[in-house]
């Protein structure tokens, strides 16, 4: 693929996985999603599997950002290892995908718990579990969230 398509694509990725997370929230889903749409390789049990992770896990905050999850995942799903090969190594190559956008992640929004990125976002952190507070949360944090979540999708396509 030459690279102004990829560009092209990768910025579609984005605006996919931007608007999703603004019409239906869960960003790894939206992640995931994005990917499926763009360059594939992520089926829908996946994408599924992915909801409960978001917030931080079960929307606690506390646990590694849903967007940078939903990543994860779509890294693993295309490198990762089968369960027929688990005699066959670690697949050390996924894992140093997935470090390098974890890292990527951290540079770029200063954590990677949602909780981390509540604080950098909004400069405090929130129950989403409370009504009032999530309703704070979602006016402070703006389109900030789903920015992380398009950019994730972009970075993976780039990568690709």
């Known amino acids: 693929?030459?690279?102004?398509?990829?560009q092209a694509l990768a910025q579609?990725?984005?605006e996919?996985?931007?608007r999703y997370e603004m019409e239906y929230g869960a960003c790894p889903q939206c992640v995931l999603m994005a990917i499926q749409e763009t360059i594939g390789g992520v089926d829908d049990s996946t994408i599924k599997?992915?909801?409960?992770?978001?917030?931080g896990g079960g929307l606690t905050g506390k646990g590694t950002c849903?967007?940078?999850?939903g990543g994860l995942m779509a890294l693993s799903a295309k490198?990762?290892?089968d369960r027929d090969k688990l005699d066959k190594g670690r697949f050390i190559s996924n894992f140093k995908q997935c470090r390098e956008l974890a890292e990527k992640?951290?540079?770029?929004?200063?954590?990677?718990?949602?909780?981390?990125?509540?604080?950098?976002?909004?400069?405090?952190?929130?129950?989403?579990?409370?009504?009032?507070?999530?309703k704070d949360f979602k006016a402070a944090r703006g389109e900030r969230c789903a920015n992380a979540t398009g950019t994730v999708a972009k970075w993976l396509i780039e990568m690709s």
């Not at 849903?66 to 999850?69: P, T, V, Y």
């Open 1 to 6: 693929m030459q690279k102004q398509d990829k």
């Open 12 to 14: 579609a990725g984005y």
């Open 16 to 18: 996919k996985a931007m």
């Open 49 to 55: 599997a992915s909801h409960g992770l978001a917030g």
């Open 66 to 69: 849903g967007a940078l999850i």
């Open 79 to 81: 490198r990762g290892r």
């Open 105 to 134: 992640f951290e540079r770029e929004f200063g954590g990677v718990t949602c909780e981390a990125l509540q604080e950098a976002f909004t400069g405090r952190t929130y129950d989403i579990w409370n009504e009032e507070e999530y």
